[in-house]
């Protein structure tokens, strides 16, 4: 039977760890390892995606990598409510070194509450676990506050403060409270943003089918929906690597709200097309596949590596080769784009703006932990600065979709209005939905038709 959750390990083992992360010391044991991403993710503020790749390095084995991932990011998703018992259960801090076996306490709380490993085993082996990290002094501590939390019942209480229910940082839910609070339920909104993402497949229509695709899912047994003329969806997808017709190309993973930008888009045969801050590249070959009779497509992005992850999937789906001479890549900050005299005026610009990511954090829960309320202004300016810049670049006429995967309206509708407020060329289109609904702009929210949660909007140059 498929693990219920999708990993790419290709891409993970391929992303570059900064340069001074250290690599894992102590012997291989899931529950090491788990601590030890936890530790780095808290503590040293690096990202999922540039730790977890060396966890999973260690293992042969889908149902361990799975176990991991499982685990790393329960803990993430019930965060607050894991630091109050942890606080309770401590009698001090523990520092320098030793502060890792906080995140492997956190892991057996976990494992006690939340996972379906069996008691005693999430006890012992995360005692065993201790002693691995060369931690034996600490050894007598994580089976006392283990088995403290066991007998006290302690997973029992009820939390006064909402945010630590919810699971979410204090200032995301003020946040939430503050712009969807009399419209949404806060409580839904949150438990969806912790709910697992099904996986969602862009048929590649350049070299395959939907129904071709979708017979050779079934066949392979997985649990297939037909959701538009290109996209299908699975819910017990496993590794990625192992679905049939990857290697061939002959679907792009992409979610359906990010999906939506091609179609927004509308590029038309001939057309001159930007998709600015494009790494790693779906959109871009949604693009090419939306209109393969488009004129020019310029790919752009500020990171070499990012831009190398472009380059990668176009191989994969045949789209460097197809598209050869109507390709360009390249790097260059975004923010001085109007600057680059070796770029033409554009027809259209997908601007895919750098943002807080809080519409995607059921897939990346680290995004709560890592990011800080004063990131979202800092933020908030460089979109308006590359949104500008973008603009100098695009034709009288052209088109421009901002896009973000945020649910912030600073991030979204604000930046529209401030932006149609300071440029008198600028007028905004309706946007009709995946339904055909019309809208003067798209905000999505997490699970909304199982979507991430994403920003659209259109304008047009007079």
């Known amino acids: 039977m498929k693990h219920p959750l999708a990993i790419d390990v290709k891409a993970l083992k391929s992303a570059a760890p900064s340069k ?23 503590e040293h503020g690096r990202s999922a995606s540039e730790v977890m790749p060396i966890a999973y390095g260690r293992y042969e084995k889908p149902q361990e990598r799975a176990w991991l991932q499982e685990m790393v990011y329960g803990c993430l998703r019930n965060l607050p409510e894991l630091q109050v018992w942890l606080r309770q259960l401590l009698n001090k801090p523990l520092k320098k070194q030793q502060k890792i076996i906080e995140h492997l306490l956190m892991l057996g709380m976990y494992q006690l509450a939340y996972s379906r490993t069996a008691e005693h085993a999430a006890v012992s082996e995360t005692v065993d676990a201790c002693k691995q990290m060369k931690e034996i002094a600490l050894s007598g501590l994580v089976n006392a506050v283990l088995r403290r939390f066991q007998r006290e019942n302690i997973e029992q209480q009820v939390h006064q403060q909402a945010h630590i229910n919810l699971g ?4 995301l839910y003020k946040a939430l409270v503050t712009h969807y609070g009399e419209s949404h339920d806060i409580a839904q ?12 497949l862009r048929v590649n229509t350049q070299n395959n089918t939907l129904a071709k695709l979708e017979a050779k899912l079934q066949g392979a047994d997985y649990s297939v929906e037909r959701v538009a003329n290109n ?64 004129g020019h497509l310029y790919m752009l992005d500020a990171d070499e590596k990012r831009m190398q992850r472009v380059h990668e999937n176009f191989e994969r789906l045949g ?21 680059n005299s070796d ?12 943002c807080s990511a809080t519409g995607v954090i059921r897939k990346h829960p680290d995004i709560m932990w890592l990011r800080k309320p004063n990131d979202i202004n800092v933020l908030v300016d460089l979109q308006k600065q590359i949104l500008a810049s973008a603009w100098q670049t695009l034709k009288s006429g052209g088109t421009l979709v901002y896009a973000t995967c945020s649910i912030l309206p600073q991030e979204n509708i604000q930046q529209i209005e401030d932006f149609l407020a300071t440029h008198n060329d600028a007028t905004l289109e309706p946007i009709t939905t995946h339904k055909n609904e019309t809208l003067s702009n798209w905000q999505i929210l997490p699970g909304q038709d199982d979507m991430d949660g994403f920003f659209y909007a259109k304008l047009r140059k007079a």
């Open 343 to 354: 770029l033409p005026k554009f027809d259209r610009i997908l601007l895919d703006a750098p």
């Open 168 to 171: 979410l940082p204090k200032w």
């Open 319 to 339: 789209h460097s080769l197809r598209f050869n001479e109507r390709l360009s890549f390249v790097v260059q900050n975004a923010a001085y784009l109007s600057e």
């Open 189 to 200: 909104l949150a438990k969806q943003m912790h709910t697992r993402a099904p996986l969602w």
């Open 20 to 42: 001074d992360l250290l690599f894992i010391k102590h012997p291989v044991n899931k529950r090491s390892d788990a601590s030890w991403v936890l530790f780095q993710i808290l």
């Open 231 to 294: 996209t299908l969806k699975i819910s017990n997808a496993g590794e990625i690597l192992s679905i049939p017709g990857f290697a061939e190309g002959h679907f792009a993973i992409q979610d359906l709200a990010a999906q939506q930008a091609a179609r927004i888009l509308d590029t038309q045969q001939g057309d001159i097309v930007l998709d600015c801050c494009a790494a790693p590249g779906g959109k871009s070959a949604s693009i090419l596949e939306h209109q393969p009779r488009l």
